[in-house]
């Protein structure tokens, strides 16, 4: 039998309008911004893959749920509907929920570290590393070597490196280490999944010396789709069973509904040890709200329950990682320098390679993501050293080895079509490249700059300049050629 492409299991019933703009009004538009994507206005971004957070389109079956919302202030009949999801799923007794990942992230570092305490992660995420560092803490990536290389293809790149780990214990000693902070996926790898066997061998050593293991939880469901394709044994097994098995070998997690779980808002915090829950339950009140609700609304949590079991069916974890293959493998194609393996939420450009002429302090990622969209509206986002930030000690700027930019996958609300286009944008910058300016910064905030710094082009006034000027646009989009 001849084999037949996969779809989507879902048919669209609601569509949203967007509006493509002219190259002179986005010219506009990123100079307003201070070229930095996270500042222009979602009206005028044409395909928005700056983020796979909180931009999922929901269910039927979850927009129901929000009119099913308990909007009581205690004792919300969905948050004993989210409680059974997390500990059907997830397997976690004790449920603090929290208005999103970093809500969590909040309370757990505030609950767990005392100043001087050590936390090692592989690799850091921004929010996270940040609280931890608010709290008191110095982190430490003990990610293998491979996760720094884009171009290894290493197939459980989020791997720790357990040597790493062991020096740091030795080092500092484990009683200053209160957990070791565990994602699954690895965004800032480039989305890049932990083995089964490194989760376990993490668990025993960490549980063998006092140490907790406490999972970011973010993306475990994408997490579990390729340790049941890669890793041998795995096979036979659901998504289902084997974010079960990931979760058990941990003591609890942080968790951002708003990637896995398909919703517009949300997050918790799960633990087991029943002590430390309440602990959180107390804390959860003095910063996100009653610890039925934690800064939720009912049909919130509704939603959230829902989401999780959507989140580990089959057919849907194979088209939402498909797509991102269908996009990540025609970059390839095209020599387009992308991290690989290609990751489970994002494509991620590798700046460094595709734009050798621009030095690291003048931001090559940052100077992409503007020309990208100058190029084309489409809005990605960077992560290399603006993400990054300063050292905390010395306030010099840290430079990651990766310096890139992710495009990044909305949950079922895009098309094959929008990836084409998207495909047909990357590829003409490409062509490009060597037209493309570094920036400088004008603006810095203090906290996760990332967000709302805004730079200028060095030596010119745009970030991408275009003899063609306007020239016609259209013909990109035109039906045949
Ligand atoms: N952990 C990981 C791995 C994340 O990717 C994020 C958010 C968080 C924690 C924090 O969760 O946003 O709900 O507070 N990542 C978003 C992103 C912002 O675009 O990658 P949050």
């Not at 004993?80 to 757990?108: C, D, F, M, S, W």
């Not at 290493?154 to 040597?163: E, M, S, V, W």
């Not at 668990?203 to 973010?218: F, N, P, Q, W």
């Not at 509904?257 to 633990?271: A, R």
Request: hydrophobic share 40%; glycine share 8%.
């Amino acid at each position: 039998m001849r084999q037949r492409s996969w779809a989507e299991p879902w048919k669209i019933k609601v569509v949203e309008p967007i509006r493509m703009t002219t190259r002179a009004e986005r010219e506009r538009h990123i100079r307003d911004a201070g070229f930095n994507t996270f500042l222009i206005k979602s009206e005028d971004v044409y395909i928005d893959l700056l983020t796979d957070s909180g931009t999922s389109a929901m269910s039927d079956r979850q927009w129901a749920g929000m009119m099913m919302g308990d909007e009581a202030y205690a004792g919300s009949r969905n948050y004993y509907n989210l409680e059974k999801a997390v500990r059907q799923y997830y397997g976690y007794e004790e449920l603090i929920p929290t208005h999103q990942g970093r809500g969590a992230e909040h309370l757990l570092s505030k609950l767990m570290i005392k100043p001087g305490d050590h936390v090692p992660g592989n690799m850091y995420f921004t929010t996270t590393r940040l609280h931890q560092e608010l709290a008191g803490a110095t982190f430490h990536d003990v990610i293998i070597d491979e996760a720094h290389d884009p171009a290894s293809t290493h197939p459980f790149k989020g791997d720790i490196d357990l040597k790493k780990l062991d020096a740091l214990v030795q080092e500092v000693g484990a009683d200053r280490v209160p957990y070791v902070c565990l994602a699954v996926t690895v965004n800032l790898a480039g989305g890049q999944p932990v083995s089964m066997a490194n989760i376990k061998a993490v668990s025993e050593y960490c549980h063998a010396r006092g140490i907790k293991v406490m999972l970011d939880a973010t993306r475990a469901v994408e997490n579990a789709w390729f340790v049941q394709q890669r890793e041998q044994g795995m096979r036979d097994r659901t998504v289902a069973e084997i974010l079960k098995m990931m979760c058990d070998y941990t003591d609890g997690a942080t968790m951002s509904g708003k990637k896995d779980s398909l919703v517009n808002i949300g997050g918790w915090l799960g633990l087991r040890d029943p002590k430390l829950a309440a602990l959180a339950q107390n804390l959860v009140v003095v910063y996100e709200g009653l610890h039925t609700y934690g800064g939720l609304a009912g049909r919130d949590l509704e939603a959230m329950a829902i989401g999780i079991g959507e989140s580990v069916e089959e057919e849907y974890i194979r088209s939402r990682i498909g797509q991102v293959y269908y996009l990540g493998e025609a970059l390839m194609e095209a020599g387009v320098p992308i991290v690989q393996p290609i990751g489970g939420h994002a494509v991620f450009l590798d700046a460094a390679a595709m734009l050798p002429h621009i030095p690291r302090d003048q931001f090559p990622a940052q100077a992409l993501a503007a020309a990208l969209y100058v190029e084309s509206g489409v809005r990605a986002m960077e992560r290399g050293a603006v993400s990054a930030g300063r050292d905390a000690k010395t306030g010099e700027n840290r430079y990651p080895k990766l310096e890139l930019v992710r495009l990044t996958i909305p949950r079922r609300v895009y098309t094959q079509a929008h990836m084409d286009v998207v495909i047909e944008s990357v590829v003409a910058l490409f062509e490009d490249r060597d037209k493309v300016h570094g920036l400088t910064f004008t603006y810095e905030p203090e906290y996760l700059r990332f967000f709302q710094a805004k730079f200028e082009p060095v030596g010119s006034k745009r970030v991408l300049d275009s003899a063609a000027e306007a020239a016609d646009e259209d013909r990109r989009f035109a039906l045949s050629e």
